[in-house]
């Protein structure tokens, strides 16, 4: 049973301990500083002996330790040290966690902590719930001034049935055993975690959410930084906004309405090419080529839905049809009518590949991509290029 010295200290770094067993790259210790993990917070790096630990796992009530290559015997008292680095920034972010959720769930006692994501490359929390940057941003003002009022972080234990009736924040369906590890920061926030945490709020110097994103299933990512990385991201954020604020001409308070306007506008115009586009697409003209008629366009803004409707009547009446729609990328319906020889598929290959589209269907029906949708032309010259070739 190996000691876990990481919950008796948790800025304890540098130790000596014995290899208590030894299976392949794997070692145990009689005690560790190292935590192995669990619950989102990520494991500890470090060394033993002047060796890379890569990774720390927990298993039949030991510490495990991977150390590829090494040759330390059972028995050898060695060195072994933490990446404390690494750790401190874990344990910030961990507690930064706590606090967050905390704050949350007070503006919305329906939000659900689905999981989290601790480590020094991705500080994240996922919810079940709906959460806006308006309710960020209160959560985030909370969770600074308790920073700023360096409350004491505190570990204690209690019994299961106590840490229901005291209503401590806890799935308590996932706790094995009669006892419940408790963090608790004051009045702030009050949840069991067997991880580990700093000793105050003060430490982890402030806390900034980067980025809120869909996760899934009615759930919501919470990207956050702590300490330098949240006064650094922080300063990036606000010089973008300013250097936005001065390209759309508007002052930096009046920049998320000056962009919901242009966004309205823009989507005005989508709409109104999108008409034009259709417009164009019911006045289409064919042209003879090789005996064939071949109806041939590129239409900005056009639902591919329209497209494959207008190719399947020209198809239905005998001819051909290459339409393209381009907007961010382009899209491409080619059809065929049966007796003209043409082969949309072989079209795809010899036509949309070399410009990096790709696409499928059927000898007489088929629609692609192409990224570039300033390859419009060229494709549509490739694709009646190739008609004069049967």
């Keep these: ?118 480590d020094e490359r991705l500080k994240r929390l996922t919810v079940k719930g709906a959460v806006d940057w308006n309710a960020a941003l209160q959560a985030q003002r909370e969770v600074n001034r308790a920073i700023a009022a360096n409350i004491e972080v505190e570990r204690s234990a209690m019994e299961r049935d106590e840490a229901d009736e005291e209503e401590v924040r806890a799935k308590l369906d996932r706790i094995e055993g009669d006892m419940v590890e408790v963090v608790e920061i004051g009045d702030f926030d009050r949840a069991a975690c067997a991880g580990i945490h700093v000793m105050e709020t003060g430490e982890l110097g402030a806390v900034l959410i980067s980025r809120i994103g869909s996760g899934g ?5 919470i990207d956050f930084e702590v300490g330098e990385k949240a006064m650094e991201k922080a300063l990036e954020l606000a010089n973008l906004s300013l250097s936005l604020a001065d390209d759309m001409g508007c002052p930096v308070e009046n920049l998320a309405a000056t962009v919901r306007n242009a966004r309205e506008e823009l989507e005005r115009g989508r709409a109104a090419l999108r008409e034009l586009s259709r417009l164009a697409l019911g006045a289409l003209e064919p042209r003879e080529v090789v005996g064939l008629q071949v109806h041939a366009g590129s239409y900005p803004q056009l639902d591919r839905k ?20 381009t907007a961010d990328k382009a899209d491409v319906v080619l059809a065929a009518a ?27 029906f088929a629609q692609g991509g192409l990224p570039d949708p300033s390859l419009a032309g060229d494709l549509l010259d490739c694709l009646v290029s190739s008609l004069r070739q049967l």
Aim: glycine letters at 14%.
């Design 217 to 221: 299933g009615g759930e919501v990512n």
């Design 306 to 325: 329209e497209m494959r409707e207008a190719a399947e009547r020209v198809r239905n009446a005998g001819g051909v049809a290459f339409l393209v729609s």
């Design 1 to 118: 049973m190996t000691v876990r010295l990481y919950r008796r200290d948790p800025y304890l770094f540098e130790f000596e301990a014995t290899v208590v067993r030894s299976e392949g790259d794997w070692l145990a210790l009689d005690g560790s500083a190292f935590y192995p993990g669990g619950g989102g917070q990520a494991a500890d790096r470090g060394r033993i002996q002047g060796l890379e630990v890569t990774d720390v796992e927990e298993a039949g009530g030991e510490v495990w330790h991977r150390v590829p290559g090494h040759s330390l015997a059972e028995g050898l008292m060695a060195w072994c040290s933490v990446d404390w680095q690494r750790r401190y920034d874990v344990m910030r972010g961990h507690t930064a966690e706590h606090m967050l959720f905390s704050a949350l769930e007070r503006a919305d006692p329906s939000l659900e902590l689905a999981k989290i994501d601790i």
């Design 338 to 364: 049966d007796g003209t020889g043409v082969d949309c598929l072989r079209l795809i290959d010899s036509c949309l590949r070399p410009m990096g589209g790709s696409g499928g269907g059927r000898p007489g």
